[in-house]
Structure formats: structure tokens, C-alpha cells
């Protein structure tokens, strides 16, 4: 492997934007290494009005035709705003220092990084130098042992306030890597690799995820790629396919294809309760079914008023209550008996009321007539599927 350090000597005087972001956003494999050495603000003030008070003088006194007046005005002014930011705004003198270490298995590539890096640093305004008979001295300075030696320090020493620190903060890449996490794509700005864990409940709120593109651009070919990375890892996935474009992806993975319509022959039971729909040590099957059921007859009748919902939920505890299912947890299990012992299994679907049951109810009551002819088409007509035993 082989290794070469540039050494930025110089930069904007007034540099407003991140000194490092044009190189850190950029693909190129590297070490920077950044120096900060803090310097006593009595001793610097100190410094500087001496040397104010010289140059002053000589401002004065010296021929105006000499070549050097620019240059001594220029470092006079740069003095005085020195000194009065510490005196003034409290700020810290530092010293600043900085290496950029390339390496590469091959001496041409590691020529041709060099002059990519050498012509970005250049292109924002700082001037940059190799580290030409110090590359050990350099190359060290960018591992993490602390070695900045004074053969390259006095190269690179550049005064900094407290202010201009912030143009060199290095953590600005915009790359998005989870250790979890699976490969979603290259990063448009540096071609990064972004690896996301979705159900990472720690850094991220939800799992919800917004997919946009042209025609055209890949959005099923990622979503099914998705779906692929996700069954290798073991996570239960639901997808909704009014195009029927994931059936074969589907038959590839072993997955359960349920297909919802009057010429199907697969069937699930809207009052079914499911053991799986509560999480772990949580209790009340019914009281959770419950809300779904009105969420389900809210879109068969149309919106329903307050009372109208009271009213069902009454029915919906009834129908239930004929099956023996009521808000106890324990009336959904029954027991099982065999030779040995006799142990309590959850209730099946053959258990559970179905919409005909819930239909036969609704005719018991004038308040809830209109209801029950509503429900025609999907207990007697074309939508007779809601009308059957879970079968999947």
C-alpha cells in the first residue's frame, strides 16, 4: 500500500464556508487529521501590541513607494482585529494544522488522487503543498497517536479564533449507515453505500417508508428487492397487490397468497380474533376487535353517526356473546382433551361468529333494519366471500 500527505499551508481570509466539505463529500478514500493547539491569550495579547506598536511606527516613517507598505498595512489591520476579538469578544487564539493522507495499491492511481485532491482544495480558495522528504513525519501525523512533529508544523501553522474553528468541522458527510441495516442504494452526492435499518426503534420513530420516482425509474424492482433482503432476515411482510404484480415473488418465497374477490376461493373471516393480535402480556381481544369491526362497517355504510356506532358495537358484543367469546380473555380459549392431559388452545376460526351471524342479529331490531340491507351483497350477493370461514 502505498501512502502520500498534502499539507494545506493557506486558505481564504475570510473563509465563510467548511474548509474540508469539497473533499470529505467526495469518494476518495483518505485520512485527515486536524490540529488545534490552544494558545495562552495574555501572552498573544502581549505579542500583538508589540507588534502593533512596531508596525504603527513604521507605517509612518516608511516611503509609501516601497514595495512591502501593502503587505505591513495588511498584517497591521489583521493584528488589531486579532487583539480586540480576545480582548473584546472573549475569543481564543489557536494554531491550526492540517494533513490530507491518500493511499492506494498502485503509484499511478496515487498520482492521479493527489492531483484530483490538489485541484479541489485549490478550487475553494487554499493552497496546498506535498509532504515532499517529510512523508513519514506526515503519514504519522494522520494516525491516531498525536504526533504533529515541528519538521511539518511550521509548513501549516495557520492562526485561528474560536469563530473560525467552525470552518473546519469535519462530520459533514451526509452518508446514512446502520450496522443492522440492509443496502439501499449509492448516495447521489458522494457515493456512499447507505445501509438502513427500518426497525430500529432507537434512532427511528416507525418503519414507515414514502418511495417516489418516474415511470419507469425502478420503484416495484426496489420494493421487491426490499421484500427479498427483508424474508432473508426473517420479517413478516404484508403486501397489498391490486395489480398482481408480486404473485411470483411471492410462490418463490413460500409465502401465503390470498386472493380477495368473488371468483376466489381463499376467505377470511372479518370476526375473527386472532391470538397474534396482541402483543405479549396484553389482554382484551375483544375490546380491541371491537373498533376495528365499526372501522369495517364505517366503509360498508357510509359514514355513521355517534349513536349508530353505539348501537352496532351493541350487536357486535351480542353476536360474540352467542359464540361464548365476551370481554374475559379466558372465554376465547377452549380445552383440549387427549390421553394424558387436558390443556386450554386458543379458539378457531369455526369458533368465531361470521357476517351472516351478525346479519341474522340486525333483523331482531328496528333500529338496525337499514343496517342489516345493506349487508344483502355481502352475505347473499356478489360479496359473498366476507361471508366465510377463514380457510388461509
Known sequence: MYFSTLLITNYYHEQTDLLLKSIIDSNINMNVSIFYEKQDPYKVVKDLTYHIGNVGVDLKTINENREDIEIAAFTYKDAKYIRKEIQVNNEDLYFLYIYITVYSEDKKELEYILNKIEGIIQSKGMQVRRGYFREEQTFKACLPFMQNSNDIKQVTKRNVLTSGLVATYPFISSSVFDEEGIFIGTNIYNNSLIFIDRYNSNKYKNANMCIFGTSGAGKSFYVKLLALRFRLLGIEQYIIDPDREYTKLCENLNGTLLKIGPSSTSYVNIFDIRKESLEEGEGGYLATKI???????????????????????????????QKGITFDDNSLYKTEKNKITIKPIFKETYDMPILEDFYNLLDKDERTKIFKTKLIPFVKGSLKFFNQYTNV
Open 291 to 321: 373498533p376495528n369491526l365499526i372501522g369495517f362497517f364505517n366503509l360498508i355504510f357510509g359514514n355513521i353517526n355517534e349513536e349508530e356506532k353505539a348501537i352496532l358495537e351493541e350487536k357486535i358484543i351480542e353476536v360474540y356473546k
